[in-house]
């Protein structure tokens, strides 16, 4: 048994289940079914960066000196942000490999692969465990990787500069909370370009598994105390290797992710929009965008759907999660230069789009959102739920009269989808989704409402009732 498995942000699993030459095996094998699948050739090119846990160098190190026993010349792009290295990797039309775990505890790490035309998708990591090979001969890593290559990090620095106007945020206070995100020192290097005043704040040597879907208390009080104390227009950080943000308005409180989204699409005026079935409906609400499409979680099914969206005709396609990760499905115009497309999840957007809108419009970041319909999310989990207790669940509430039943106390249904779990939409504009989480042993629950404290409500009604009929699964 093992932790490793590929999920929809790469392959992750326990550092000590991922030794040198399992990152080999692996680095081999994605090389191997680049070749047989996407043309890349033994003389080519590989791209590798990671992240700033203690783990990543190494892991680095081994993928680097499996890529240059098959043969590749590497690219050593260093610490830096996931969507960096994507961009370098689409523009030059190469693969990467970037060493990173995400917002996940320190003991774990991970590998995210891209092919030269973006991340790899399902059947290439078919691909890639049909050729993996564990009993491989064991290679030594030399002690240099090699010299890091700055090109990475300065072309994705100067995308981020070239988003607004030459001092677009001149008199704005901005605080930046660096614990041990990767793009800590690119956000206060592009928000000083634009003319903030920047001010650091709780920068860590030790790795800290920030995540902006399931923010820590002491997250939140940072926030709220650093607001006060340094009197910032706003907050902003990433998570650990910078393809999700965190903005925090005036007064410390963090927007959600799909908020941050749906400002950064508003920015952009895009046409189209795609975004996971957990982001709130204040999307189709707004009425800001000529079409919705709606997804499975994870990046690999936005991809998808914007691809979809550009054979129907959309010009300025762009997509996000509730983690407030955005994709830019589209080359956008933004008058004076073109922002090329970036279909991977991306921090720097959604941050320089909302304090960019604020700027422009002089108003508070709080205000943003005053005009967007008020809907408001909660989500839970209950954990421990094998596949062989959350499926018969959630299979039976698929049946209308189950359904039904199961939902009785919340009144009467309008709506319902099975586009990842099952979603009820009530005839009061309240929701309630339910879905099996896709890296981990546990049942999601969603709520969204017209207030904060009905969402509570109705997040508490939902794991409650659905741990009563779990019991029933054995």
Same mark, same amino acid.
């Given at each position: 048994?093992?932790?490793?498995?590929?999920?929809?942000?790469?392959?992750?699993?326990?550092?000590?289940?991922?030794?040198?030459?399992?990152?080999?095996?692996?680095?081999? /094998?994605?090389?191997?079914? =680049?070749?047989?699948?996407?043309?890349?050739?033994?003389?080519?090119?590989?791209?590798? @960066?990671?992240?700033?846990?203690?783990?990543?160098?190494?892991?680095?190190?081994?993928?680097?000196?499996?890529? &240059?026993?098959?043969? =590749?010349?590497?690219?050593?792009?260093?610490?830096? $942000?996931?969507?960096?290295?994507?961009?370098?990797?689409?523009?030059?039309?190469? $693969?990467?490999?970037?060493?990173?775990?995400?917002?996940?505890?320190?003991?774990?790490? @991970?590998?995210?692969?891209?092919?030269?035309?973006?991340? #790899?998708?399902? !059947?290439?990591?078919?691909?890639?465990?049909?050729?993996?090979?564990?009993?491989?001969?064991?290679?030594?890593?030399?002690?240099?990787?090699?010299?890091?290559?700055?090109?990475?990090?300065?072309?994705?620095?100067?995308?981020?500069?070239? =988003?607004?106007?030459?001092?677009?945020?001149?008199?704005?206070?901005?605080?930046?909370?660096?614990?041990?995100?990767? @793009?800590?020192?690119?956000?206060?290097?592009?928000?000083?370009?634009?003319?903030?005043?920047?001010?650091? #704040?709780?920068? !860590?040597?030790?790795?800290?598994?920030?995540?902006?879907?399931?923010?820590?208390?002491?997250?939140?009080?940072?926030?709220?105390?650093?607001?006060?104390?340094? &009197?910032?227009?706003?907050?902003?950080?990433?998570?650990?290797?910078?393809?999700? $943000?965190?903005?925090?308005?005036?007064?410390?409180?963090? #927007?959600?992710?799909?908020?941050? @989204?749906?400002?950064?699409?508003?920015?952009?005026?895009?046409?189209?929009?795609?975004?996971?079935?957990?982001?709130?409906?204040?999307?189709?609400? !707004?009425?800001?965008?000529?079409?919705?499409?709606?997804?499975?979680?994870?990046? $690999?099914?936005?991809?998808?759907? =914007?691809?979809?969206?550009?054979?129907?005709?959309?010009?300025?396609?762009?997509?996000?999660?509730?983690?407030?990760?955005?994709?830019?499905?589209?080359?956008?115009?933004?008058?004076?230069?073109?922002?090329?497309?970036?279909?991977t999840r991306d921090a720097m957007l959604p941050i320089i789009a909302v304090l960019g809108m604020a700027a422009r419009d002089k108003v508070q970041v709080s205000k943003l959102l005053e005009d967007l319909p008020a809907r408001f999310t909660r989500s839970g989990r209950i954990e421990h739920v094998e596949s062989s207790k959350s499926s018969?669940?959630?299979?039976?509430?698929?049946?209308?009269?189950?359904?039904?039943?199961?939902?009785?106390?919340?009144?009467?249904?309008?709506?319902?989808?099975?586009?990842?779990?099952?979603?009820?939409?009530? /005839?009061?504009?309240?929701?309630?989704?339910? &879905?099996?989480?896709?890296?981990?042993?546990?049942?999601?629950?969603?709520?969204?409402?017209?207030?904060?404290?009905?969402?509570?409500?109705?997040?508490?009604?939902?794991?409650? &009732?659905?741990?009563?009929?779990?019991?029933?699964?054995?």
């Amino acid at each position: 048994m093992t932790s490793l498995k590929f999920g929809t942000s790469g392959l992750r699993g326990l550092v000590s289940e991922l030794p040198d030459a399992i990152c080999r095996a692996y680095t081999l /094998a994605f090389l191997h079914h =680049m070749q047989k699948a996407h043309a890349i050739a033994p003389g080519g090119k590989l791209l590798v @960066g990671y992240d700033l846990r203690e783990s990543s160098p190494r892991i680095a190190a081994a993928c680097i000196d499996a890529a &240059r026993v098959f043969g =590749m010349e590497v690219e050593n792009s260093g610490p830096l $942000p996931t969507p960096a290295l994507a961009l370098r990797a689409l523009a030059q039309k190469l $693969p990467a490999i970037m060493v990173t775990g995400s917002h996940i505890p320190a003991d774990r790490n @991970g590998l995210k692969f891209y092919r030269p035309d973006g991340e #790899i998708d399902k !059947s290439d990591e078919a691909g890639i465990l049909a050729v993996l090979d564990l009993a491989g001969n064991d290679i030594s890593v030399p002690d240099d990787a090699g010299d890091i290559s700055p090109k990475a990090l300065a072309e994705y620095e100067n995308r981020c500069i070239s =988003m607004l106007d030459a001092g677009a945020l001149a008199g704005k206070r901005i605080g930046v909370y660096q614990h041990s995100s990767v @793009g800590r020192d690119l956000i206060v290097r592009v928000l000083g370009a634009l003319g903030a005043e920047t001010v650091a #704040i709780a920068r !860590s040597d030790v790795f800290v598994p920030v995540d902006t879907e399931a923010l820590r208390p002491e997250d939140i009080t940072l926030a709220a105390g650093a607001a006060e104390k340094y &009197r910032l227009d706003a907050m902003v950080s990433t998570d650990g290797d910078a393809d999700r $943000p965190l903005v925090a308005d005036e007064t410390g409180t963090f #927007i959600r992710g799909d908020s941050l @989204g749906l400002l950064t699409a508003r920015f952009l005026n895009a046409d189209a929009v795609v975004t996971p079935v957990t982001s709130n409906t204040a999307i189709e609400l !707004s009425g800001l965008f000529a079409k919705v499409y709606r997804t499975k979680v994870g990046s $690999p099914y936005v991809i998808e759907a =914007m691809q979809q969206a550009a054979r129907d005709g959309y010009q300025r396609i762009v997509g996000f999660e509730a983690n407030g990760g955005v994709l830019l499905g589209s080359n956008v115009d933004l008058g004076d230069g073109i922002v090329v497309a970036l279909p991977t999840r991306d921090a720097m957007l959604p941050i320089i789009a909302v304090l960019g809108m604020a700027a422009r419009d002089k108003v508070q970041v709080s205000k943003l959102l005053e005009d967007l319909p008020a809907r408001f999310t909660r989500s839970g989990r209950i954990e421990h739920v094998e596949s062989s207790k959350s499926s018969p669940f959630l299979q039976a509430l698929l049946d209308d009269e189950q359904r039904a039943s199961f939902f009785a106390q919340l009144g009467i249904i309008e709506a319902n989808d099975a586009i990842d779990g099952i979603r009820i939409v009530f /005839a009061t504009g309240e929701v309630v989704h339910y &879905r099996a989480s896709g890296n981990a042993p546990e049942l999601r629950c969603y709520a969204e409402a017209a207030t904060d404290a009905r969402a509570e409500q109705l997040l508490e009604w939902g794991l409650q &009732r659905a741990g009563e009929h779990l019991r029933k699964y054995g």
